[in-house]
């Protein structure tokens, strides 16, 4: 069993800045990629940015030059939001492949205020 613990969510005003952290513990093999969703109410989880074993990253095209994605193990992962817009606002999950297995952290929400 893996668990994901996320961390660093909250309330800031807009253009503010907030720092997620994820940490996987438990039956951990071989983890692959990490990544942030997140999912506002009413709309599907979409994925946020993502980064792979090998360090490479991919970002949704709206938070590009925004949000940086890093890990700094094979076991954690962080998200660093700046520049927050009230269209941020959603529960941010992180996400992680172990042995082809995808698991879910419970969730953290971020709120940005106009």
């Known amino acids: 069993q893996v668990h994901l613990v996320e961390s660093g969510g909250g309330l800031v005003q807009a253009g503010g800045s907030l720092r997620l952290s994820c940490a996987a513990s438990?039956?951990?093999?071989?983890?692959?990629?990490m990544g942030w969703y997140r999912q506002a109410p009413g709309k599907q989880r979409e994925l946020v940015a993502r980064i792979t074993s090998s360090g490479t990253t991919n970002y949704a095209d709206s938070v590009k030059g925004r949000f940086t994605i890093s890990r700094d193990n094979a076991k954690t992962v962080y998200l660093q939001m700046d520049s927050l817009k009230p269209e941020d606002t959603a529960a941010y999950y992180c996400n992680a492949v172990v042995n082809v297995f995808a698991y879910w952290g419970q969730g953290t929400q971020v709120t940005v205020s106009s």
């Open positions: 438990g039956s951990i093999g071989r983890i692959g990629a």
